[in-house]
């Protein structure tokens, strides 16, 4: 591949040229992005949407020579503190698109060292990040007209050692789904789901909609709708404000839960109220479903 930067930027405008009025994404599905766990490099392509790709940024050569230098020793970095803290192992987040290949989600830059090195592939995790067409049909299967979103990566899930998680799934959906729940998630949206409200989740990384759908439906709740790739270097920000306007426009109250509050807004009735929480602890839950429960016997009083 390329050895100066002169060259790889060429290489970079041509692909960009090529995928111009041409690309859109296209499902991969679930038994596709199971099986694919390796792509070629020659497989994937720049996405325009990048920081990568702008002029005006463009790639970090240094950074790009860098992973070169690990993938030939094959090891993982020794100074994750300087510039990197991706291990050349981490798998690259692509979505399928037509007319052939995959789109680069995150990665850029192992990529580029890996087409300089002729290495025949790369790990990749396909995902389906949400579309428009996704949106219409959630909201076509919505139930209820009003609603409670979560941050799936800030509320749903946790990572904290000082936080309870739930039980992982039985085997050998535990080897699948391997986020941790944070403790009594499922019963609030049990609880969700008994009072009238539909769930959004939304999240700024990259997991497919149907993936986090299917995991709560096993721990037997619903999750109404699922928004992924909220980021940076996910959806672009017309498409995402596009899919929050057809969401919003949906329903006439909307319940946003935080760690420390509950917020409440009626755009019916011009109503927004703001419940604060004590934030952490087992009681969590508790609080935010005596908050709700309370909403709901007021208005029916």
Excluded at 255 to 266: A, F, G, K, Q
């Amino acid at each position: 591949m390329s050895v100066s930067k002169t060259e790889f930027q060429k290489f970079l405008d041509g692909e960009l040229d090529k995928l111009k009025g041409v690309y859109y994404p296209v499902r991969a599905g679930m038994l596709r992005r199971a099986v694919i766990r390796r792509l070629s490099p020659k497989k994937l392509h720049p996405n325009p949407d990048d920081e990568f790709c702008d002029p005006a940024v463009g790639p970090s050569y240094e950074i790009i020579s860098r992973y070169v230098k690990e993938y030939s020793r094959n090891n993982q970095f020794s100074h994750k503190e300087d510039y990197m803290e991706t291990d050349i192992n981490d798998p690259l987040y692509v979505e399928r698109i037509r007319p052939d290949g995959y789109m680069i989600l995150n990665g850029h830059h192992r990529w580029a060292a890996a087409l300089k090195l002729g290495l025949s592939s790369l790990p990749v995790r396909i995902v389906d990040l949400t579309q428009e067409m996704d949106v219409k049909k959630m909201l076509k299967n919505a139930k209820h007209n009003k609603r409670v979103s979560l941050d799936l990566d800030e509320i749903v899930f946790t990572d904290r050692e000082d936080e309870a998680a739930e039980k992982p799934l039985p085997f050998p959906f535990s080897h699948i789904y391997r986020e941790r729940v944070r403790l009594g998630i499922p019963a609030l949206f049990h609880f969700l789901n008994t009072q009238g409200y539909d769930i959004w989740l939304y999240s700024s990384n990259f997991y497919s909609a149907d993936y986090i759908q299917r995991m709560f439906l096993l721990r037997q709740v619903l999750v109404t709708g699922v928004i992924t790739g909220t980021g940076r270097n996910g959806l672009k920000n017309a498409v995402r404000k596009k899919l929050m306007e057809m969401i919003l426009n949906h329903y006439q109250e909307t319940v946003h839960i935080e760690r420390m509050s509950v917020l409440r807004t009626n755009t019916e009735k011009g109503v927004f109220e703001d419940y604060p929480l004590t934030g952490g602890g087992d009681g969590w839950s508790t609080q935010v479903m005596d908050i709700i429960g309370a909403m709901n016997r007021h208005e029916e009083a």
